[in-house]
Every structure is written in C-alpha cells, then in structure tokens.
C-alpha cells in the first residue's frame, strides 16, 4: 500500500456540514478521485456479501441480544455486516491507482450501530467484537477529514436544503441537541480509531470559516494532485 499519500479517506462530520458536497467536489477534479459506497443490502448482487458476513458476527449477536433482551434491528445487523466485511472489498481495489472517498463510511456506521444502537454494544461483553470492527477500520482508514461548522449554520443548512432529514421539522433546540450527541460520538471513535494506528492522519475543517474552493484546493494537494 502507497505510504505516502491516503488510499481511503472518510469525510465524516453532522448534518449539514458540507460532506457530500466536499465528497463531489474533490470527484470532479480528478479521475483518481473515487466516491465509493458500501454494500446495498437491497441489491441482489450483494446478498453473498451479507449473507456470508452476516454468518460471521451472527453468533456473538445472537448471544449477547438473548442475554440482554432487546432484539437487533435488521438494518442494525446490516451495518455490523457492512462494517465486518467491506475492509476487505476496499483492501482489493487499493490494487489501482484511485484514492477512496468515503460519505457514509465506517465512523458513520460505527456511530449509529454502536453508538445509537443496541445499549448491550457498548458493553464489556461486546468488547471482543467492537475490539475487532476497531482494528480492521484502523488498519483501513488512512485519513479522516472532519467537518463541523457553528450549530447557526448547521441548522440554516439543514432548513433549506431539499434533502429531507430526521431533524428538519424539530425545534432549534432539538436539533442543536442532535447535533451535540454526532459530535461526542464521533469524537470518541474517532480517538479509539486513532489510538489504534499510528498512521492515520485527521483533518479538520470549519465549512463555516472555510470556503469548498479552499478545502479542494488543499486536499489536492494532501492527496498527492495538486
């Protein structure tokens, strides 16, 4: 693997912080530049995915949702999958040349299946299995662009764009509310993550403060492209 410059980076931050335009932005500057999605559950060519990793974390799952009552969501399950099994999908593209971008990527997934998931997951007898997801994405991820802008912006953001989001109706309130709890989530796997590896670099941005061109142009330049 290419030492010098990240093969897969996550751009993780709250709603509205400008991921998804960062993601499409630094896509249309280079064919090297690749947004890459992780497996759809819905799509019939990926049922072996699911299935065959399904049956991998499907015996830690079922023990500890038995010992503790509260039954796994489907979607939930999906995601343990998608992050048991998609290190190694990327490991096999990382033979090219193309740098991965990841919107929706493994501190996404981590966050709302861990996180926001099942109480018995954080716990110590899931260790073994959050030990394990940890290490696979540390050993993956090369770097992390963190975006964050001031809940003002955030939330004018959130109400005016078309895409619908589970907080746009709430009050200001609740939604500042929202946005805290991604923020304390997302700063504590991103500190196990960077605990793990050595190599992982991690970039903060204010989209507030700093303009797309900006951010582009430095990242082009991160990236080995400018």
């Known amino acids: 693997m290419d030492t010098e ?41 990926a049922a072996p995915f699911f299935v065959w990793n399904g049956l991998q974390i ?6 500890l949702a038995r010992r503790n009552g509260r039954k796994m969501t489907r979607r939930e399950f999906a995601w343990l999958s998608i992050l048991n099994g998609w290190p190694a ?28 998931g099942p109480e018995y997951l954080k716990g110590r007898e899931a260790l ?4 394990t997801l940890y290490s696979r994405w540390a050993n993956t991820l090369d770097m992390i662009l963190w975006l964050d802008a001031p809940d003002a912006d955030l939330l004018k953001r ?19 509310e929202f946005l805290a709890c991604y923020r304390i989530a997302f700063e504590r796997i991103i500190s196990d993550l960077a605990a793990r590896s050595g ?28």
Do not use: W
């Open 5 to 45: 410059f990240p093969k897969v980076v996550e751009i993780v931050g709250p709603a509205g912080a400008g991921k998804t335009t960062l993601c499409h932005a630094l896509e249309a500057h280079s064919a090297r530049l690749r947004i890459s999605n992780f497996p759809d559950v819905r799509k019939a060519a």
């Open 58 to 63: 499907f015996p830690a799952i079922f023990s």
């Open 89 to 116: 999908i990327l490991q096999k593209e990382l033979e090219n040349d193309r740098i991965h971008l990841l919107d929706q990527g493994p501190i996404y997934l981590l966050t709302e299946a861990i996180e926001f």
């Open 128 to 131: 073994a299995l959050r030990q």
């Open 158 to 176: 959130i109400r005016e764009r078309e895409k619908e989001h589970v907080v746009k109706d709430r009050t200001d309130e609740a939604t500042v």
């Open 199 to 226: 190599r992982l670099k991690i970039l903060r941005f204010d989209t507030g403060q700093k303009s797309l061109d900006e951010m582009v142009s430095q990242l082009l330049f991160e990236f080995g492209l400018a």
